[in-house]
């Protein structure tokens, strides 16, 4: 069955990093998400992507956030200058199709971000 | 702005069916109501969704009153791999937002 690669499974790093974190969607989805899950709470939407520019993001994705597709299969999630409240399980979700009932969404395993 | 009402927690014996309701008196006439789980800290899992009929597939049934304020999942037969907090979610054609869902407990 297709799934959503997501690469590092967990990262380390000190406050003020960059970091990368990186997806691999199923292969002829159009649609693609970033999610994030603090430890304990409920999974918060961040970003949708769609035919290369973002189609919507939360307040969370500011400025220090940014997605790109840099390829015909990558899509990057960037925390330019990481803050120890980025800690959190980022989670990569692509879907096939826009339109009415066409959310079903398939999430990658995630990344463990751990901000020190 | 909640969209949906879920009990926090409920409890179902193994093998047993179980039935997590689902509130969502708002909705309105073209949004879906969308199912999703997550089994521990795993990515969420897209398990089922309907408009206005009863759904089925391999994983579970979803029953949606026939005024669309409520709806119903249905695992038919639980099993300890089902514990996990399940999602009831309505949406139209933008993103699918996540509440706090209900902690469903399989009990052996």
């Known amino acids: 069955e297709p799934e959503v690669t997501q690469t590092p499974s967990h990262q380390v790093t000190q406050m003020g990093q960059e970091v990368i974190l990186r997806c691999v969607p199923i292969?002829?989805?159009?649609?693609f998400y970033w999610y994030r899950q603090i430890l304990g709470q409920k999974v918060e939407f961040l970003v949708s992507?769609?035919?290369?520019?973002?189609?919507?993001k939360s307040e969370i994705f500011d400025d220090q956030f940014s997605v790109e597709r840099p390829d015909g299969s990558n899509f990057t999630l960037k925390i330019r200058s990481t803050k120890l409240e980025d800690s959190a399980m980022y989670f990569c979700?692509?879907?096939?199709?826009?339109?009415?009932?066409?959310?079903?969404?398939?999430f990658g395993a995630g990344s463990r971000l751990t901000v020190l | 702005d909640a969209k949906t009402t879920q009990p926090p927690s409920m409890d179902c014996a193994e093998g047993r069916a179980a039935n997590l309701p689902c509130n969502h008196s708002?909705?309105?006439?073209?949004?879906?109501v969308y199912w999703y789980r997550q089994i521990h800290s795993q990515g969420p899992q897209y398990i089922i969704h309907?408009?206005?009929n009863n759904e089925t597939n391999e994983m579970a049934s979803l029953i949606i009153t026939e005024d669309r304020k409520s709806s119903t999942l249905i695992l038919p037969h639980a099993t300890l791999r089902d514990t996990a907090v399940y999602y009831c979610?309505?949406?139209?054609?933008?993103?699918?937002?996540f509440g706090k869902g209900t902690r469903l407990h399989i009990l052996p």
């Open positions: 708002t909705i309105s006439g073209n949004e879906y």
């Open positions: 979700a692509s879907q096939p199709r826009g339109g009415s009932g066409a959310n079903v969404l398939t």
């Open positions: 992507f769609y035919n290369n520019e973002i189609s919507e």
């Open positions: 979610i309505v949406s139209r054609d933008d993103k699918i937002i």
């Open positions: 309907g408009l206005k």
């Open positions: 292969s002829n989805h159009l649609y």
